[in-house]
């Protein structure tokens, strides 16, 4: 007998493979359609997954085994392999530095859960290095070395609470050249800005400023300002890209599982 049908959260694509969370395990198919097969079977929550640069392994935070710790699994269908050892509830995948280190943040040592910092994480096992940009919540490494940091961007999203413009709001921060030097990115905008990436030489973000969340892109230097999506209603979130394909989850889309 089917199961009664699932939601379809959190995609991540590299090139012709996409990854998803749905029935709280990781499933792996294509960007443009058909079957999907199941990666996990741990049927525990799971977040943030991020295919490799190569497509050969998913990292994810999963509470398989208590709170929010790293696992890997490879796009074969290998064994999962857990990675960090935090316990820390905050624990948040957000990228990949290389084939072989997972990008994750994590609040571990910090006296405020907010205060999470990225660490690059061997996907062989081994130390995690903290990566020194201070606090964050968001990296996204782009052209010539030019990086966009996001912070405030936690487990609270722009989703859930609508046109909040108080203090904590996530913002986003640029280093254009690669020269270390970071400056506040598009702080025209009164709104929140969250899920930065870079599609070609233009930097992809998720914004509320003109009421509703939508996808947009902007240059490196906060002009030519483009919406990409035009959601009135619900909001647009998760956007993940590979540099040259951008997906997120579609409005009440199922999944059917049986």
Do not use: C
């Not at 074969?76 to 994750?104: C, E, K």
């Not at 990086?147 to 413009?165: D, E, F, I, M, T």
Request: no cysteine.
């Amino acid at each position: 007998m089917p199961r009664d049908p699932v939601y379809v959260r959190l995609p991540s694509v590299r090139g012709e493979t996409l990854v998803f969370v749905a029935d709280d395990d990781l499933w792996i198919g294509s960007p443009l359609g058909g079957l999907a097969r199941r990666l996990t079977a741990d049927h525990t929550p799971l977040n943030d997954p991020k295919l490799s640069p190569d497509g050969n392994s998913v990292a994810y935070a999963g509470r398989r085994d208590g709170l929010s710790e790293v696992y890997a699994v490879g796009t074969d269908g290998s064994p999962v392999r857990r990675l960090t050892y935090w316990g820390d509830t905050m624990t948040r995948v957000i990228g990949w530095a290389d084939d072989d280190h997972v990008i994750a943040i994590s609040a571990v040592g910090e006296p405020f859960a907010s205060r999470t910092w990225a660490y690059a994480v061997p996907v062989a096992g081994g130390t995690p290095e903290r990566l020194l940009y201070g606090p964050i919540t968001g990296l996204a490494k782009g052209p010539a070395g030019a990086v966009v940091l996001g912070v405030n961007q936690l487990a609270r999203r722009a989703p859930s609470w609508k046109r909040y413009r108080g203090g904590t709001a996530p913002v986003l921060w640029i280093d254009r050249d690669a020269g270390g030097v970071f400056e506040p990115y598009l702080r025209g905008l009164d709104g929140q800005l969250e899920d930065p990436g870079w599609v070609g030489d233009r930097v992809l973000f998720v914004s509320d400023h003109e009421g509703t969340g939508n996808i947009y892109t902007a240059a490196p230097d906060g002009s030519a300002v483009q919406r990409h999506t035009d959601h009135t209603d619900f909001y647009a979130r998760a956007a993940s890209t590979d540099g040259e394909t951008v997906v997120l989850p579609a409005r009440r889309r199922a999944l059917a599982t049986g």
